[in-house]
């Protein structure tokens, strides 16, 4: 589970800085920062989701501060 969430984090990151590069590339006069903006967010909303359904199904445990 901790190598799934840090390959999520990865793409998640990786998505945000395609989308610096079409942004300082394209200088706005193309829509492939708003698909790359796009990505991040549904890579967001599907890892909170698999973490959910990782936690109702046992898979992780919360462990509080230590």
């Known amino acids: 589970m901790k190598i799934f969430v840090a390959i ?3 793409l998640i ?3 945000l800085g395609s ?3 079409f942004l ?3 200088k706005g006069k193309s ?3 708003v ?3 796009a990505m991040r967010v549904g890579f967001s909303i599907t890892l909170f989701l698999l973490v959910l359904l990782a936690y109702r199904l046992g ?3 919360p462990t509080g501060i230590r």
């Open 31 to 33: 829509d492939r920062t």
């Open 13 to 15: 990151l990786g998505s």
């Open 19 to 21: 989308a610096l590069f």
């Open 35 to 37: 698909k790359a903006l």
């Open 59 to 61: 898979y992780i445990q």
């Open 24 to 26: 300082m590339k394209d």
């Open 8 to 10: 999520a984090f990865i």
